[in-house]
């Protein structure tokens, strides 16, 4: 059976072909009861329109690349939705690719995306990213990094602060009285791990305590993947081990802080009472836990919806946002 056709369609609502384009891709410029005919009648045909002959008419593809590095981490995850709910304003859509932060698999996902002539790519970079770019430049494919400061001059960017965040977070250790704190930190490789650590270092030393003797950290990986809550339990039990047992853990996510509070609770030890516990981006199930998570909240999603924003902009300049982090604090560190 074939395909219905534009034709079909506009047969159906008794309207011009004319009429049909324009409310697939001007609705606002058709009378509502014409509209609501056209949909009635695209409903009733099951008519899909034509992707590659849209591209044919405006030049461009409605798909977007979204390149995390694991879509199954919530920080990502809500991220993408902010993405795709901007996405859908412009009427395109978001193709979704975790690169697992390596450089290999984003090179062959840009690739890819490259040869279906997206309309552009928003990415959370790896270390190589800028040397992969390349495989969408010749090809005229706008990028916006996500979630990674500036790091060209030709790039838009969204990011956080994440040495502020972390420094906010041991800061508030701090002034509960913690001399003894562990860190469990996801692989150097990533940016936010190194920015996370350096967060780490500055609030120890601007409270006047050496790192070196009242700090413990540990780059947590468990299953040849970082920052997941079975990483988090690996790097809190090495830690929870050592003697003297830190008296709080500071986690660079709140998956780490999952796996950290699991570990914490089958060593028979209490929250925050002989471990306080703050993890970092405040993913929605953190304040629904047993203990609810003190956590470093991130807008995820808005964070999505301004790279969007960016890579639709018609004038295609250059611009660099930073959302600043919020401290939350829950029963995890403060009790009852």
């Known amino acids: 059976m074939a395909r219905p056709s534009v034709r079909d369609v506009a047969e159906r609502a008794g309207v011009s072909v004319g009429t049909v384009s324009h409310a697939l891709n001007h609705p606002e410029r058709v009378a509502q009861p ?38 199954s981490n919530p920080f990502f995850t809500e991220a993408a939705r902010g993405i795709e709910d901007r996405l ?35 990415v959370t970079p790896s270390a190589s990213t800028l040397d992969n770019l390349a495989v969408l430049a010749g090809r005229g494919i706008r990028v916006v990094l996500m979630d990674h400061p500036p790091i060209s001059a030709e790039l838009s960017t969204v990011s956080g602060d994440d040495v502020a965040g972390a420094r906010a977070a041991v800061a508030h250790l701090i002034e509960l009285g913690h001399r003894r704190i562990g860190f469990v930190n996801g692989p150097l490789t990533v940016r936010q791990a190194v920015d996370r650590r350096d967060g780490v270092i500055a609030a120890l030393t601007e409270a006047g305590l050496d790192p070196e003797g009242a700090l413990t950290e540990i780059e947590a990986v468990s299953g040849g993947q970082g920052f997941t809550a079975d990483a988090g339990a690996v790097g809190a039990a090495a830690l929870l081990g050592g003697d003297p047992r830190p008296t709080a853990l500071f986690c660079a996510n709140d998956q780490l802080a999952i796996g950290a509070m699991r570990e914490i609770r089958r060593r028979g030890l209490s929250i925050p009472g002989d471990v306080a ?11 629904e836990l047993i203990t609810p998570l ?22 295609g300049a250059v611009r660099h946002i930073v959302f600043p982090p919020e401290l939350v604090v829950r029963e995890s560190t403060a009790g009852k």
């Open 294 to 315: 003190t956590s470093v909240r991130q807008p995820m999603r808005e964070m999505g919806a301004a790279a969007a924003d960016l890579l639709l902009s018609a004038d």
């Open 88 to 122: 859908r304003e412009d009427g395109r859509i978001p193709m979704l690719g975790s690169t697992d932060s390596d450089p290999e698999r984003e090179r062959e996902l840009m690739t890819l995306l490259a040869g279906m002539d997206v309309h552009g790519v928003i």
């Open 34 to 71: 014409t509209l609501d005919r056209v949909r009635a009648a695209i409903d009733e045909l099951g008519f899909v329109r034509s992707e590659a002959a849209r591209r044919l008419r405006h030049g461009g593809s409605s798909l977007v690349g979204v390149l995390v590095h694991d879509i």
């Open 277 to 287: 516990l703050v993890g970092y981006d405040d993913v929605s199930v953190a304040s």
